[in-house]
Nanobody, 120 residues
Framework: VQLVESGGELVQPGGSLRLSCTAS????????MTWYRQAPGKGRDLVAA????????NYTDSIKGRFTISRDNAKNTVYLHMNNLKPEDTAVYYC??????????????WGQGTQVTVPS
């Protein structure tokens, strides 16, 4: 299983970015995908989630109305479209999925992260 994020960069306040996460090694279209972020000195927080078909999405309150999660199952890719970026959005953004373990339970898989910086 591999998750590879891309698209992070330095962007001015009010700007936009699109992050991508391309997956391999599992049946991408069968599983939820999520984006997390980790700001300097803080824990890793859930940002957005999308169901396997893309029909259901969820967002943390701080980014509602500014970020949109989407997926293209034909390309094994999940996106995070970020608009009206603020300095508090500065973080490393991680792609995540949970896959079933043999014998029961779930295992978390993570990408390497992509840095988004919004200067104040």
């Amino acid at each position: 299983v591999q998750l590879v994020e891309s698209g992070g960069e330095l962007v001015q306040p009010g700007g936009s970015l699109r992050l991508s996460c391309t997956a391999s090694g599992f049946t991408f279209s069968a599983y939820y995908m999520t984006w997390y972020r980790q700001a300097p000195g803080k824990g890793r927080d859930l940002v957005a989630a999308i169901s396997s078909t893309g029909s259901s999405t969820n967002y943390t309150d701080s980014i509602k109305g500014r970020f949109t999660i989407s997926r293209d199952n034909a390309k094994n890719t999940v996106y995070l479209h970020m608009n009206n970026l603020k300095p508090e959005d500065t973080a490393v953004y991680y792609c995540n999925t949970k896959l079933p373990r043999h014998g029961g339970g779930w295992f978390d898989y993570w990408g390497q992260g992509t840095q988004v910086t919004v200067p104040s």
